[in-house]
Nanobody, 116 residues
């Protein structure tokens, strides 16, 4: 049973930066597409960025040019570097791991709050 643990959330002023980390255990990390999702208060959970096991990445349009996803397979960790943060980036951020076969794991989430 895979486990994901996020860290790095917090309170930051608009224009600031945060780096989220998600460390996986009990799974073969290199086989998984790793993603970050976010869920603002009262809204659905949406994809922010994903890094597949072949190295390709994808981003939600609203974060392109500001957020960068990266992964370190040796450390079983995926990162989300968030720059130029805006109040509308405020949300709970979740890490997800998924294989081609459909096995999926979620982290518990980490709160990011951006003040104006």
């Amino acid at each position: 049973q895979g486990q994901l643990v996020e860290s790095g959330g917090g309170l930051v002023q608009a224009g600031g930066s945060l780096r989220l980390s998600c460390t996986a255990s009990d799974l073969v990390f290199r086989l998984y597409t790793m993603s970050w999702y976010r869920q603002p208060p009262g809204n659905q959970r949406d994809l922010v960025a994903a890094a597949s096991n072949d190295g390709s990445t994808t981003y939600q349009d609203s974060v392109k040019g500001r957020f960068t996803i990266s992964r370190d397979n040796a450390k079983n960790t995926v990162y989300l570097q968030m720059n130029s943060l805006k109040p509308e980036d405020t949300a709970i951020y979740y890490c997800k791991a998924r294989t081609i076969g459909g096995a999926t794991y979620w982290g518990q989430g980490t709160q990011v709050t951006v003040s104006s």
